[in-house]
Every structure is written in structure tokens, then in C-alpha cells.
């Protein structure tokens, strides 16, 4: 029992990497826009994300290391420096994404201009993080993730049509706009396959003192955390497709995306969704900078960890400040973050190249993982995340600026 009381790090991770600005944007996108059409990228991106968070877990739990800190040590500092730098820029502009999710929850609420956010938003995340131990950020952001159900309860409340839910399990081609469609279904996969999430599991559990006996814990965990980013996600595009695509809603700002919840909550439903955006991205911002600062303190052989005192190890929280101070100034000089959003997922997409090839590699070493090493499930879904994340990697960019970008 107490080490399924670690099912937190699985919803933390799931609300932090996978519920978070860009999953409620492209899920909602793709909703208002093509009804149930895209539920099928949600499940594939789902499938793949459980097996990957379970290599991930598994390989800090039986190692007791990181995954950046693997990385570096087995394969070598300089061939994992390009990829460090390139993940380095694209979770930035992440971070940027989720500060500006927050920053946008707030408008909602007061009516403030977004930007007014920045600064105060910055401050407290760093307080939370400089204040607060691992164990802390885990429980407590898991349990407030908890009010996103709210889209679960509206999505059912509206009577979905089940055949039509079922038929956009099955890939389907666009009666219109196909550069649109294709876009939103990259920035989707972009957003569920998010890189620093598998880096941020990794060190949550060495965190949390995983070992090999919890190899077993890890699997139940890591479908279980990600299906529940899955579920709030899927509810997200059904509840869009209901209220948004009627009205002719597109779904390409922010506050039209606020209307979601009105006809299932008439009084609560604005409140619900600005808390809703403002947590799971108060929960993403927090697993982004805490992931820059593991992968930064891991890939120099640094000193790390949440639940250490900051004086002992200032080169860490370091970081994260810095972090979280440069990804809020591009919230502050008033970037649109519905665009910001679409062009970070396009950019995470085009990245997993540099995730998925040293993964592969690390988690095929039986010297390193012995009888835990990857079998012939574990290794065909990396090598079908591999090729996609080629694949995404040429077409991602291009489409989120010709089709994507809402």
C-alpha cells in the first residue's frame, strides 16, 4: 500500500506533462474545429506515453539514476550536450506556455491584461519551488489537479453521441482545411509526448527512492497517472465539440475556450474552467522548471535535488530562478499564448528525435538493466516513437505555421 501511495508522481507527472496548456488547447482546437475526429491522436499519443513513462520509471528504479544523468555518463558528455541544448530552448519556450497559462487563469478572473501576471506568477512559482520539498509539490499539486474532472462530469453531463466518440478512434481524413486537421493532430501528439516529462519522472522517482521493487508498482502507476491526463483530455475535445462547434466557435482565443463549461456549470462553469487552466499549468510550470534544473544539474554532474536545502545545492535552484525568470518575460512583453502554445507543441514534436534515440539505446543495455531491459513490446513502441518523432520532426514546424496555429 505505501508504494502505491506513489500514485501521485504518476498524476503529478500526467497533470504536469500531460494535462497541461498545450493538451487543453490542441484537445480543445481540435473538438471545436473536427468534432470527434481527433480522438484517435489522443489515444495513440496516450499508448505511447504509458510505455514510455513506464521505461522511464523502470530505468530510474532499477539504476537509481536520471535518465539526463544516464545519458551522460553511459553515452558521453559530448554526445548528449547538442540534444541538452536543443531540449534546453524548447522547454523554455514550454515554461513560457504554462506562466502564460496561469497569467491567462488570472485574467479571467480579475480582468486584468495577462501580462500583469508575469512578474507576480514568476515570484510565486519560485517561492513554491524554493519553499517547498519534492514530497509537497507531488501531493498537493496532485490533489488541487483533481478539479479538472470538471471537464470529465460536463463531457458526460452533455450525452455524447457514442458511435460518433468510437468512430473518431479510427483515423479518419478531414472533409476540409487537411492542413489544419494535420497540424492540430502534430501539436497534439507534441503536447502529449512532451520530452521533459519522461526527464522529470525519471528524477521524481530517484526523488522519491525508488528500487527494483517497485519495478512492478511502476507499471500500474504510469497507466494509471497517464490515462487520467488521458480521460480529462479526451473530455476537453468531447465538451469543445459539443458547445464550441455548434456556435461555430474555432476555438483560436483563449476566451472562447472559457465558454466550454457555462452549460453544464451555468453558475460555477467560468470559475471552474479559469481554476482548472490555472492549476494543471501551475502544476506543468512546476515539472517544466523543476526538469530544466534536474537535466542542467544532471548533464554537468551537479548536486540536485527538490528536497535538498538550496544553499546545498544553489547551482540547481539556480537554474530554475533563471528559468523561470526568462520563459516569464516572454509572457511580460505580451506574446499571444494561444500561439505560443501551438508553436511550443510543434517545437517539443520536432525535438523527440533527441529524446527517443539515446532512450532506446539506455533502455536496451542489459549490462545497465539486466533481466529489466526492454523486451519486444517495450522496444517496438520506442521504435514507433523514434520514427514518428522523424517524421514530426520535418513536418511539425511547417504546419503549425500554415494549418496549426488557430
Known sequence: MKKWMQLALGILTSIGGF??????????QAGANYRYQLLWAIAFSTLLVVFLVEMSGRFAAV??????????????????????LVLTIAQLLVLGTEIGGI??????VTGLPTPVWALPVAVLLWLFLWRSTFSTIEHSTSLLGLITLAFVVAAISHHPPVREIAAGLVPSLPAQEPLKYWGIAV???????????????????????????????NRGISAIGMSFGSAVAVACLIVAALVLA????????????????????????????????????????LEVALSLAYATAQTFGWTWGESLDPRKDARFSLVYTAAILLSSLIILVGVNPLKLTILAM????????????????LMNDRKL???????W?????????????????????PLAFLGGGG
Not at 494535462?19 to 480543445?28: E, K, N, Y
Not at 476566451?255 to 502544476?283: E, K, N, R, S, V
Not at 538493466?369 to 523486451?375: D, T, V
Request: proline fraction near 5%; hydrophobic fraction near 60%; glycine fraction near 8%.
Open 369 to 375: 538493466l539486466k533481466e529489466h531491459a526492454n523486451g
Open 103 to 108: 497569467c491567462l487563469a488570472l485574467h479571467l
Open 63 to 84: 539504476t537509481r539514476k536520471a535518465l539526463p544523468d544516464a545519458i551522460r555518463e553511459h553515452l558521453g558528455f559530448t554526445v548528449w550536450l547538442v540534444p541538452f
Open 377 to 397: 513490446i517495450s522496444n517496438t513502441i520506442a521504435v514507433v516513437v523514434l520514427l514518428l518523432s522523424l517524421v514530426l520532426t520535418v513536418v511539425s514546424i
Open 346 to 361: 510543434a517545437v517539443e514534436a520536432a525535438v523527440l528525435p533527441f529524446v527517443a534515440l539515446p532512450f532506446l539505446l
Open 19 to 28: 494535462l497541461d496548456m498545450g493538451a487543453l488547447a490542441t484537445s480543445a
Open 187 to 217: 501539436s497534439i501528439v507534441g503536447a502529449v509526448l512532451s520530452p521533459y516529462l519522461f526527464y522529470f519522472y525519471s528524477s521524481g522517482t530517484v526523488e522519491d527512492g525508488w528500487d527494483r521493487s517497485y519495478v512492478g508498482v
Open 246 to 285: 455548434p456556435r461555430g466557435i474555432a476555438m483560436d482565443d483563449y476566451h472562447q475556450a472559457a465558454m466550454m463549461l457555462t452549460d453544464a456549470f451555468p453558475f460555477w462553469g467560468f470559475l471552474l474552467f479559469a481554476l482548472g487552466l490555472g492549476i494543471a499549468c501551475l502544476a506543468a510550470a
